[in-house]
């Protein structure tokens, strides 16, 4: 099995925070070099840029993130949403994934109940589709359990923490890009160390205005 990996799309962007980092004097590069191995040091020359279509460890990401974490984001765990909101953004305005556009209509899908629950799970496995394009691991679901939507990441376990923040905050920014008056929200959970969920805090029936 293939070493668990991001895409490089998703890759540059802590590329360019580490550069941003380093260039506003938030972190040294002696302190950067300290807090990554010797994989990740290259990283922080600032003309190295991931190549797109190529894998990335998610071991160096996650380290890569985490020294983000203490340096820019000062441990407040807002950081790794935030982060994961300007990654929709990005990749949004971007137009490299044709799934960001078309999630933002997840909230159009409403004034008919029956109809609306179908309607999201649709969209819903757009996200899925999204996230298997990012990440060479993990095996990512839609489940539904009466008008409770979930998307569920199995066999999860190299999916680290902060990655479980980011992509919750991508979620939920994904929501806003409609002009939903009530976009849903998405709260993550880790029930088990290879289990993930991502729950719907809005039920579909209030979404349609059921």
Not at 74 to 79: K, P, S, V
Not at 176 to 194: G, I, K, L, Q
Request: aromatic share 8%; hydrophobic share 40%.
């Amino acid at each position: 099995m293939s070493e668990p990996s991001i895409k490089g799309t998703t890759f540059q962007g802590v590329i360019d925070d580490l550069h941003a980092a380093v260039a506003q004097g938030v972190v040294s590069i002696e302190e950067a070099e300290a807090r990554l191995d010797p994989a990740e040091v290259p990283f922080l020359d600032p003309e190295t840029k991931a190549n797109p279509a190529s894998w990335y460890s998610i071991e160096s990401y996650r380290r890569m993130v985490e020294l983000l974490l203490d340096v820019v984001g000062n441990g407040d765990l807002a950081y790794l949403t935030g982060r994961g909101e300007q990654a929709a953004i990005r990749l949004r305005d971007a137009g490299v994934y044709q799934q960001v556009e078309y999630v933002g209509r997840i909230n159009e899908a409403r004034g008919d109940r029956e109809n609306t629950l179908a309607e999201l799970k649709r969209q819903l496995r757009l996200i899925v589709t999204l996230a298997r394009s990012i990440y060479n691991f993990g095996e990512w679901d839609v489940e539904v359990d009466g008008e409770q939507l979930r998307v569920v990441v199995t066999d999860a376990r190299a999916l680290p923490d902060i990655s479980v923040l980011t992509i919750e905050g991508f979620m939920n920014q994904m929501s806003e890009f409609s002009d939903s008056p009530t976009p849903a929200r998405w709260t993550s959970c880790r029930p088990s160390v290879s289990r993930i969920e991502f729950a719907m805090s809005v039920p579909p029936g209030e979404l349609s205005g059921g």
